[in-house]
């Protein structure tokens, strides 16, 4: 499933294909949606927001679609009329004089007005997003040592929207590799210094990733390219240590760590 650096990216291809242009036609599958249709032609996409996994494309109008894309869904941009062929079944579509946008597969999807996004229920139950650029490594570290936070496991915690919006499994797994810990470990049992190096290490990563990944820019040394350290790389030799990387499951999910330089 994507994490939090992949749907901000899918947010900013959906930005610069109809960020500001006015819609000349919209489309919905959810007949409690098709009232919409005509109401939002004419208006315009004036920011799309990411709230970890979750997508707010807010309208000019004040409205906002609230869509997640749960394990299938996907957005596609597509010029002008155009239909791609595929098997997925189309729920979203809006459209500007030259670009579309389609999301398929979805089945989250809802019209929001400004009272209804502010309550939300899945909006009020995720924590900040690790790309919300406010978002500080001290407040990162007050949510950790918080009563909630600070007597939980880091092999759930650090899954758990809640804490923070937008991580994931691989983000799990580097953080953890980054700052030489454990899954078992727990926020009330760490040093100042682990504390401080785990509280940067939650924003600067995802930040990373989403600067970084899938990304070749040929000035600019290779090491300077988000590339995973451990995630995937079960038998190799671990690039700090030269102890070889092992992987179990937990939480539901495959985790990779180096028992030589983590403790």
């Known amino acids: 499933m994507p994490e939090g650096p992949e749907i901000r990216r899918a947010a900013d291809k959906l930005e610069d294909a109809v960020l500001g242009k006015p819609l000349t036609g919209a ?25 970890g996994k979750a997508l707010l494309t807010h309208f000019s109008s004040g409205l906002t679609l609230y869509s997640h894309n749960q394990l299938y869904g996907v957005w596609r941009v597509v010029n002008a009329g155009e239909m791609p062929q595929t098997t997925r079944i189309l729920r979203v579509k809006l459209q500007t004089a030259d670009k579309a946008i389609l999301l398929y597969s979805a089945s989250d999807i809802e019209m929001l007005d400004a009272n209804q996004l502010s309550n939300h229920p899945f909006l009020l139950r995720v924590g900040p997003d690790v790309l919300d650029m406010t978002l500080t490594p001290q407040q990162v570290k007050d949510r950790l040592l918080s009563a909630r936070f600070r007597k939980r496991q880091f092999s759930g915690l650090l899954l758990d929207q809640a804490f923070l919006a937008g991580l994931g499994n691989y983000l799990r797994v580097e953080i953890l590799w980054a700052v030489g810990l454990l899954a078992h470990h727990k926020a009330q049992d760490l ?23 899938g990304t070749v820019d040929e000035n ?21 240590c030269g102890g070889v990387i092992e992987k179990t499951m937990l939480s539901s999910r495959p985790f990779y760590w180096c028992p030589g330089c983590q403790h």
């Open 27 to 51: 489309w919905f599958a959810f007949p409690e949606l098709k009232a919409f249709e005509t109401e939002l032609v004419g208006q315009k996409v004036a920011r799309i927001e990411t709230r």
């Open 191 to 213: 040093t100042p210094e682990q504390l401080e190096k785990l509280s940067y290490a939650l924003l600067d990563i995802p930040r990373f990733s989403y600067n970084t990944r």
């Open 220 to 240: 600019k040394h290779h090491g300077a390219i988000f590339s995973f350290k451990v995630f995937h790389r079960a038998g190799e030799k671990c690039g700090r």
